[in-house]
Every structure is written in structure tokens, then in C-alpha cells.
């Protein structure tokens, strides 16, 4: 059985060290490319949540049930980021 794929095996071998050299190159370079655009990603939304500033807010209780006595449904969300009634906390320090 084997034998009639002698030729076979032995017409494709010339090719298959190339075939697996670019194969593997563009496996690693694939795979650093998919890191380097998760980690861009991770920092373009990291630089957008820095951006919602209820923790600095005169209006932020910082309680889980109830984190802003004025647009509790938006507090800490992407929406609050321009609240009109953002106030900064007096500072104490």
C-alpha cells in the first residue's frame, strides 16, 4: 500500500521544508501581532475608563446600592464621563 505513495511522497518533499518555514514564521507573526493589538486595545480602554470621573464627584457616595444621589443609573458607566452635573468633592486634605 505504502508504495504507491512513494512517488507521491517523494514529488512533494522539495516543497515541504519552505511549505513549514513560512508556515511557522507566519504562525509567530500572527501571534505577535495578536498580542500587541490586545494590548493596545487594553490601553485605549483603560485611557477611557480613567476618564469618568465620579469618584472625584461631590455626588458620589461610593455605596454599592446607591454610588450617586443624582444619575444613579449612569454612575461609573461610559455615560457619566460627560455628566453635566459633575461637581468636584471639596478637598479635605
Known sequence: ??????????AIQPFLVPICFVSAW??????VWSLFSTVFEG?????????????????FTGDYGLKCTVHPSIALSEDAIHCPDYDPAPNLY
Open 43 to 59: 490601553v485605549g480602554r483603560a485611557r477611557q475608563m480613567h476618564q469618568i470621573p465620579c469618584a472625584n464627584c461631590q455626588y
Open 26 to 31: 507566519l504562525f509567530v507573526i500572527l501571534t
Open 1 to 10: 500500500m505504502f508504495q504507491l505513495l512513494y512517488p507521491l511522497v517523494h
